[in-house]
């Protein structure tokens, strides 16, 4: 396996790596206690490049691969776990699929305006009776005629619905003669009729990406909002959670990267008997276990977006490596947690305080043990996986 990157491709990740710190990382306290993202964020994102990494060029993408898009990822996630996850909603979570199953339309309808930052997406599955077991989901798209569909149901735990122009709604569809077609995506405009949301729910971290529930009653949409084929969307779903699995694993890197660095510097310069805390043998053993939790991680995901790239670039698609995308997610969410306990341990009171950044690391990466399936779902997926091979 080769990890280096081209020229141009270092280029691109040493500028966005500067940017980040410029532009992203000094607003992310203050985003934090406002509970709200700049909006700019969107726009200075899409600008350098950020949003469009996986689309193509003609849709104002940078036709960039998996293993590439995952460097920058963990960069933003380093600088702003916030605006990580409602740009990576808009752009990979709404904009991916499209990516993967929209046609010529849809794509020169919906990804311009996502990639260029003046349009957020968002994607509806979860719903309250139905998280991580789709197949239960309640929401309908009946047909009332030919092509035409009435859309109806109630999704929660969206990030950017209070904000997002449009949604990717998976619903079960019902045919004139009320008969299943089975789950399908349908490209939404959240501006139409019969559609409500609510406000931003109150959360334990992420507080600046907003979260909320949206509610369709009877909102019009036709055989033209289908993503794909009809019936298509559990599979559809399931490609859209291996990528969301493989970013959660980027987003933790970046975050425990971010712990590592604050807990250098808390640790080199509290003093405590006369000398820095980090030249005390425990507090020495809790560093070291926060790098090597981190290295260890960053390899696993790194070898993982390998294979996905790989796989993507064949046309194959990555279907065949679930078992992987969640064992990784989970391994690295899981030692992201571990390492943010690490970090407020290290910084001990002032761990607790929220004018340290281990304070709002050690709220906001509780998330990642959740979203894209929780640790258990990830655990039957691998164990699943391990059986077929």
């Not at 929220?354 to 304070?359: G, P």
């Not at 990642?368 to 691998?382: N, V």
Request: net charge neutral; charged share 25%.
């Amino acid at each position: 396996m080769d990890f280096t990157l081209s020229e141009d491709e270092l280029l691109f990740i040493n500028s966005f790596n500067d940017f980040c710190k410029k532009e992203i990382e000094p607003f992310a306290e203050e985003a934090d206690r406002k509970k709200e993202i700049p909006r700019s964020h969107f726009h200075k994102l899409a600008q350098i490049g950020y949003i469009g990494l996986p689309h193509e060029e003609e849709y104002g993408g940078q036709n960039a691969g998996t293993f590439r898009s995952l460097i920058a990822m963990q960069i933003l996630g380093k600088s702003c776990g916030s605006t990580f996850f409602s740009v990576g909603a808009s752009g990979g979570l709404f904009g991916l699929p499209i990516h993967h199953y929209g046609n010529e339309e849809q794509k020169r309808n919906y990804l311009p305006s996502i990639n260029d930052g003046s349009k957020i997406g968002s994607l509806g599955i979860t719903e309250p009776d139905a998280g991580s077991d789709v197949s239960s989901l309640r929401t309908i798209a009946k047909e009332v005629s030919k092509g035409r569909y009435q859309l109806s149901g109630q999704k929660t735990y969206i990030t950017n619905a209070p904000i997002a122009d449009y949604c990717l709604v998976l619903a079960k569809v019902r045919d004139l003669n009320g008969k299943e077609k089975g789950l399908t995506h349908f490209l939404v405009d959240l501006n139409s009729k019969g559609v409500q949301r609510s406000a931003p729910m109150e959360k334990l971290g992420l507080k600046a990406s907003p979260t909320g529930a949206l509610f369709f009653e009877d909102v019009e949409v036709s055989s033209n909002d289908i993503l794909g084929t009809l019936g298509k969307g559990f599979r559809q779903t399931m490609q859209t959670f291996n990528m969301e699995r493989i970013s959660l694993a980027a987003w933790s890197i970046g975050l425990m990267e971010a712990c590592l660095e604050e807990s250098k510097s808390f640790a080199s310069t509290r003093k405590s008997f006369g000398k820095p805390i980090s030249q005390h043998q425990s507090v020495a053993n809790l560093l070291a276990e926060i790098y090597t939790k981190l290295e260890a991680s960053r390899w696993f995901t790194y070898n993982v977006a390998w294979e996905m790239e790989r796989a993507d670039r064949s046309g194959k698609g990555s279907m065949h490596l679930s078992g992987k995308c969640a064992s990784c997610k989970l391994f690295a969410t899981t030692s992201a947690r571990e390492v943010a306990n690490l970090a407020v341990q290290i910084h001990g009171g002032a761990g607790f305080m929220d004018e340290y950044k281990v304070s709002r690391l050690y709220r906001d990466v509780r998330l990642g043990e959740i979203g894209g399936g929780t640790s258990e779902i990830q655990k039957l997926i691998i164990a699943g996986s391990i059986q077929k091979n």
